[in-house]
């Protein structure tokens, strides 16, 4: 980074993207947030075989992806849990991010954050942080029920979960899933505590694909949080494998 250039911590980036998100989880058009990676074209239907499992498990935010092609290799863009955050912000409801870390699943319920990295006190994406150290066992959870997979956690006001929960629903009804808790009024949720007057949201990171990936050793290049893309140039996992 040049010298001039001035930090821009994650939640400025992350805000910033929520308030593009054009998407209508009703009419399934308009633009969301995506994680992008890069993989070797000779690596991609391995890439995407793994991907096909995570989104079947409910480890993921959406089966909807696009494939580009960039100077021999792959670039895959997959829907970030964000975008959830920019619907519900979109539907009138002043959400919060709070943070992204590693969640603990025994018998295939999430139980607690086990580390967690503020939003607002970093440069860089927790969940690449994350990512890169290799603490995830993605797979582990989904051959055993025991492991620790990606999330992160939202914040909105108490007075409106009645909201949240009709919107959720719609996303739900178009296969954007990916809620892991939507907390009670000042309770904690998976351990971590929320402001007063407040709900939590916990939600399954998007790039769960990626770590699970990286854990069957497949070597890729990934951004989380990296832009907008319309669903309209997006395609059902099934329809590319």
């Not at 993921?60 to 092609?69: A, G, K, T, Y």
């Not at 295939?108 to 290799?134: G, H, K």
């Not at 939507?182 to 351990?191: D, I, K, Q, W, Y």
Request: aromatic share 4%; with cysteine; charged share 25%.
């Amino acid at each position: 980074m040049k010298s001039s250039e001035p930090l821009v911590f994650t939640l400025s980036r992350i805000e910033n993207l929520m308030h593009q998100v054009s998407f209508d989880p009703v009419e399934m058009n308009g633009k969301i947030i995506t994680n992008t990676s890069l993989v070797e074209k000779e690596r991609l239907n391995e890439t995407l075989a793994v991907f096909y499992d995570i989104i079947q498990s409910g480890l993921s935010v959406s089966p909807l992806i696009m494939l580009e092609e960039e100077k021999g290799l792959i670039k895959i863009k997959t829907a970030c849990s964000l975008t959830i955050s920019g619907v519900l912000l979109k539907s009138g409801i002043p959400v919060r991010p709070k943070g992204g870390g590693l969640i603990e699943v025994v018998e295939r319920e999430p139980t607690r954050f086990t580390d967690m990295l503020m939003y607002w006190a970093t440069t860089i994406d927790p969940i690449d942080v994350l990512t890169s150290q290799e603490l995830t066992d993605i797979t582990g959870m989904m051959r055993t029920g025991n492991g620790r997979i990606l999330g992160n956690l939202q914040e909105a006001p108490m007075l409106a979960r009645e909201r949240i929960e009709e919107v959720l629903d719609q996303l739900t009804a178009a296969e954007f899933t990916g809620v892991l808790e939507l907390g009670e009024p000042n309770m904690n949720v998976l351990g971590v505590s929320v402001e007063r007057d407040h709900v939590g949201i916990a939600l399954v990171g998007g790039t769960n694909l990626v770590a699970a990936a990286q854990e069957c050793g497949i070597k890729l290049k990934h951004e989380s949080i990296s832009d907008l893309t319309d669903v309209a140039e997006m395609k059902h996992i099934e329809e590319l494998i």
